[in-house]
């Protein structure tokens, strides 16, 4: 669900002005803000029953649909616009349900349960890193950016020891190159149900999927990161195999096809990154403000992105 609004109508900075940005969350200048109505619910495409496509609003900035025009699916029976879909190129296929147009209904059968924090693992699978056939996956790129706008809030701008593994590689190359060089001052472990760690300041915890709160312990400050990148950093063996020195038996399991490796450098998503940095109240702080500008500026030559 989108807690904020979205979609059309969209209304420039010039239009809005500081003060009206601030009260709707945001803290930082930004070209546009969408006046669209809060609350949209979004569902996969093939949920979807009894609706046809609006055809003057299927706009799209390559070979899919986007919400440029605002809702793009209407009723069959009714004719009413009713919901949006997304599927245009590099975008993730989506429908969002417009809440003025539609409301939730009771269905038989038990309500959904709620998962505990010791069950998460069994109950929602990991997300790699890498698809195929190289690439990294956008819900890594998108997760690791905005927990990376969370770590530069609380960092204070002082340097942040990074524990080695998948927080290394999805984190240190951004703090390494956003923050001032110099002896790290704060210490990032990552915390969470299954791992005993000692935790004293920074922790890096999952995001509950259902309730969307944050793990709880007794960290200074805490980082929320989605589940399934979490536990894919918290659980997987990602230690390469080195060759034996004799001839391994027939009867030993190979990998095949062998693990996918990406073809670049991990880099978090630079929009994500912006949009959740100017919605944190600390990226008023001058450092952190021109660590915004400097990505914002600098977005494609920058290492890190």
Known sequence: MRSEPSGPPWRVWDEVGADEAEARGVYLQVYSLSYGPPGMVGVT????????????????????LDERNGSNLACVKCGLAVATRIDDCGRWQVVWLDPRAVRPVSVEGRARTLVGWEELRAAYPDTPPVEQPGWWSPRWEASVAAALAHLLAVSGGQRIAVPDGPVAEAFRKALDTLLPPGPSARDLVLAGPGLSV????????????????SWPCG?????????????????????????????MPDIVRRDDPPPLL?????????????????????????WLRAIYDQVEDHRYSLPCF
């Open 45 to 64: 495409p093939g949920d979807v029953r009894g609706t046809a496509l609006i055809r003057e609003r299927c706009d799209g900035l390559c070979c899919g």
């Open 262 to 286: 990406p073809w670049r450098p991990f880099r978090p998503d630079v929009d994500v990154f912006l949009r959740t940095l100017a919605r944190l109240p600390a990226a008023r702080e001058p």
């Open 219 to 247: 960290a200074r400050t805490v980082v929320p990161l989605a589940t399934d990148v979490w536990m894919y950093m918290a659980f997987n063996d990602d230690r390469r195999l080195v060759p034996a020195a004799e001839r």
């Open 198 to 213: 000692a935790i004293a300041d920074i922790a890096l915890v999952p995001r509950h999927p259902q309730t969307g709160e």
